[in-house]
């Protein structure tokens, strides 16, 4: 009898390729060049304290008259967002649009995001003499859990209101604005931060530190008035800026 030889021969089916994200180009315009942009804790709407936040954009540059916002956010394991445009033809400036951390069905019912710890701002410019994107980092806190110390994403940037110098229920969120309210002499070393609360009151006392590079040897720690920078006087040791200040805002070191 004849013998028979059988050869299995298993297929295999080429890998999937895959398309690598490309990272999209941001803060590639000078600083003077980009626009000033807070965010802020929202309260007093029809949302619970916390759930909500404010982007408002101050003012617009290289003749840019739209914008598309991305809010991306960690909320406990989650990466949450929030999306959408905003018109600077029709909003006169600054202009101010208020997030919800969560989502609400068409009958009213409302799912809020939990434990929000902060994430990332993006905003893509258009309209204007060319198109550009800038971006930045924000910190969500709240009072009761830092005991009067917050802190920026990035940890370079610290605000200590003492223990009791917010109520529990107040949240902070320390941001980078990307851009600059008014020009200034001299060179950005640090910044800009900016600090905002729930709380319409400022903190009866407020300690600024920002964490500098070794080469800084010199340096001013500047805030923003709301018409103007004000000088702070402040202490450099072990390349950390340290100072007192009288109200929570946008913060820069100059040279």
């Known amino acids: 009898a004849g013998i028979g030889i059988f050869l299995f021969i298993k297929l295999l089916a080429p890998a999937p390729k ?115 994107a800038v971006k930045g980092e924000w910190s969500y806190q709240q009072m009761a859990a830092r005991d009067g110390k917050f802190s920026s994403r990035d940890s370079k940037f610290r605000i200590d209101v003492g223990p009791k110098g917010l109520p529990a229920s107040a949240y902070m969120i320390i941001m980078q604005p990307m851009g600059l309210p008014k020009a200034i002499d001299g060179t950005v070393v640090a910044g800009p931060y900016h600090a905002a609360t729930s709380e319409t009151k400022s903190p009866p006392s407020i300690t600024v530190s920002i964490r500098l590079t070794d080469t800084v040897t010199t340096a001013q720690l500047l805030g923003w008035t709301g018409s103007s920078w004000k000088k702070y006087p402040s202490t450099l040791a072990d390349s950390t800026l340290t100072a007192t200040v009288d109200r929570l805002t946008t913060f820069i070191v100059t040279d």
């Open 18 to 132: 895959t398309k690598s994200k490309i990272a999209e180009a941001v803060n590639t315009v000078p600083i003077k060049d980009r626009p000033y942009v807070t965010l802020a804790p929202a309260s007093g709407g029809k949302h619970p304290l916390g759930t909500e936040v404010a982007i408002t954009v101050h003012n617009t540059t290289l003749q840019a008259t739209k914008a598309e916002y991305e809010l991306e956010y960690q909320a406990g394991s989650l990466l949450q967002g929030a999306f959408g445009t905003m018109n600077f033809a029709d909003d006169r400036l600054p202009t101010t649009k208020v997030l919800l951390l969560g989502t609400c069905s068409a009958g009213g019912k409302c799912d809020y995001n939990k434990e929000v710890t902060g994430g990332t701002l993006l905003l893509r410019l258009s309209g204007g003499a060319q198109k550009f």
